[in-house]
């Protein structure tokens, strides 16, 4: 007598005809076949890969950014006597150590709301490298800012990025202008290395072209009145 017997595999059929005589030797091979199968799967299923995108992932989102160019800064302030501040924030451009240009990106008494409503002050800064130029945006609470534009150095287009600067607690003052941030290139070495961090250490403009050599850079500077 013969009798059918089928394995399915991925991408053919396997058929095994029996003869009675020679089934008790083809059964020990076909449990053979079954535990090597068996034991293949198990492998696999050790070894899994999976690739998916989720855009609440911060670190894929940060690569993102990083790879299209983006800075992205989040500021704070908090003081129980914010309420009913008013704020200036300027963007002041420096060359060879030289202040050449100052422009008031926002400030309270704009036609969308007049001063500060809230003990607690957040806005945020988008920032983008757009070949030879930077390009800018302020976010608060209920509105943004303009699109805002400048011209970088050529040569060191692709280094310029947003860096936070530590401030100091005597420089948080009411009417006294304080810097919060800088749109700067590195300090280059001469092993090839490059840092941005020693740039923000310092603690004035002039300071950052003297000790760092920094040919072109913007300070962020803000006052609460």
Known sequence: MIFLFEIVATDSQIFLYLN???SLNLMKNLLSIICLCLSLSSFAQDFNFKSEYNP????MITNYLSFEGINYSQSSISSKDLVNKNYIINLKEYKNGLLV????LDKSNNE?????????FKFNILGKRTKNNYDLCLYFNRYSTKKYSFKLQSKYAEDY??????????DLQFNKPFIFLLLTTPEYHKDGSASWCEVAANETP????????????FVFE???L
């Open 101 to 104: 240009n100052t422009i008031c």
């Open 56 to 59: 609440s992932d911060k670190k």
């Open 20 to 22: 009675l005589n020679q």
């Open 206 to 217: 002039e300071k950052i072209y003297e000790k760092n050599k920094i040919p072109h850079f």
């Open 161 to 170: 990025i947003l860096k936070e600067i530590p401030i100091k607690e005597n």
């Open 222 to 224: 803000m006052t609460i």
């Open 112 to 120: 969308y709301y007049a001063i500060i409503d809230s003990t607690t």
